[in-house]
């Protein structure tokens, strides 16, 4: 039996390592951008226990692919070169798999060790930003449809949103009449609207959200709050930073139970994420749809569907 290793609770410095060289000579689309992707991806995923004793968040599978998977393949047919992995908990075997599944593309590793928030996060990634001033900044658990290139081609910032239920749950956005955004509040009490940022941006300018951030993060030294991305952008907002939005078809949020089953559910259902030809299997009954990693061996089972 091995031992379920904790979350971490001490912290040592910040690292930044390098991969290896992007060697992609095609796209799908006409238009390459010279800009990064952060995915920030240090949590401990404490809402998918048990799963995420052992397994970091990002590769917990959906329809048969990790999380990751899809983001990273999303944002490459959108032509991003560069990612800019923000790791934590088990990031070893975020890297291990990165560098075995994507070979070719240029990826740099920062270790969040002093777990202060996702504004926190994306503040470490600085050094390995170094001078791009557009990127994307992806969520590690957050999945999306709809018109991202919309929101990777603004020329300002630019966030991608959905109405809610509740949106005293989320990131609000109240916006101006031309549709840039004219308030911005982290779970308010009393909310003035429902349109939730799902965790996708375009940064026009990543050197001023650096700066923002840094502001943050030295207010709340003493009060040692953790600081989020939203904080940030508010600091922006607040110095007069245009931000555009653009509205997403669907948005599936992975970071729980719940919502990774109904994930994989809907994913399911859609053409081309379940198996269409399987193996036999022995005294074993398929009802599609269902996806089954390779190798398996199953007997005496009913399987599916979902």
Same mark, same amino acid.
């Not at 949590?43 to 917990?60: D, E, H, S, V």
């Not at 599978?61 to 999380?67: L, S, Y």
């Not at 003035?192 to 996708?200: L, Q, T, Y």
């Not at 904080?231 to 599936?252: F, P």
């Given at each position: 039996? /091995? ?14 390592? $390098? ?12 238009? !390459?951008?010279?800009? @990064? ?14 799963? !995420? ?32 992995f923000v790791l934590g908990?088990?990031?070893? $075997? ?31 990634? @600085? ?5 791009? =001033? ?26 991608? #949103? ?24 982290? $779970? ?48 922006l907002l607040d110095k ?9 078809? =669907? ?18 259902? @859609? ?16 009802? /599609?749809?269902?996806? #089954?990693? $390779? ?12």
């Amino acid at each position: 039996m /091995h031992a379920i290793p904790p979350p971490p609770d001490e912290h040592p410095a910040t690292e930044v390592t $390098k991969y290896r060289p992007f060697n992609i000579s095609t796209f799908d689309n006409s238009k !390459t951008h010279p800009m @990064k992707a952060i995915i920030p991806i240090a949590g401990a995923g404490k809402r998918l226990r048990p799963f !995420t004793y052992t397994q970091p968040k990002p590769l917990i599978p959906v329809a048969g692919k990790p999380i990751l998977s899809y983001i990273i393949e999303q944002l490459r047919a959108l032509g991003i070169e560069e990612f800019v992995f923000v790791l934590g908990y088990l990031g070893d $075997k975020v890297q291990e798999y990165v560098g075995e599944r994507y070979p070719d593309i240029d990826a740099q590793y920062v270790t969040q060790e002093d777990r202060r928030g996702s504004g926190h996060a994306i503040y470490l990634a @600085k050094e390995a930003i170094g001078e791009t =001033r557009e990127v994307v900044i992806a969520y590690g658990d957050t999945l999306l449809e709809g018109p991202i290139d919309k929101i990777v081609n603004c020329d300002c910032t630019c966030l991608a #949103i959905k109405p809610v239920e509740d949106p005293r749950q989320f990131g609000i956005v109240e916006l101006n009449d031309d549709g840039t955004v004219r308030r911005m509040t982290e $779970k308010p009490r009393m909310p003035r609207g429902n349109n939730a940022m799902v965790g996708f941006y375009k940064i026009n300018d990543f050197g001023a959200l650096h700066a923002s951030l840094g502001q943050v993060l030295a207010e709340a030294v003493d009060r040692k709050e953790e600081i989020t991305l939203t904080d940030g952008l508010i600091n922006l907002l607040d110095k007069g930073h245009v931000m555009h939005t653009e509205q997403v078809d =669907r948005w599936y949020d992975c970071g729980n139970a719940e919502v990774l089953l109904a994930t994989n559910q809907q994913l399911l259902d @859609k053409r081309g994420y379940a198996e269409s030809t399987l193996p036999a299997f022995d005294r074993t009954i398929i009802i /599609h749809p269902v996806t #089954i990693g $390779k190798g398996c061996r199953i007997s005496d089972a009913i399987i599916g569907p979902h």
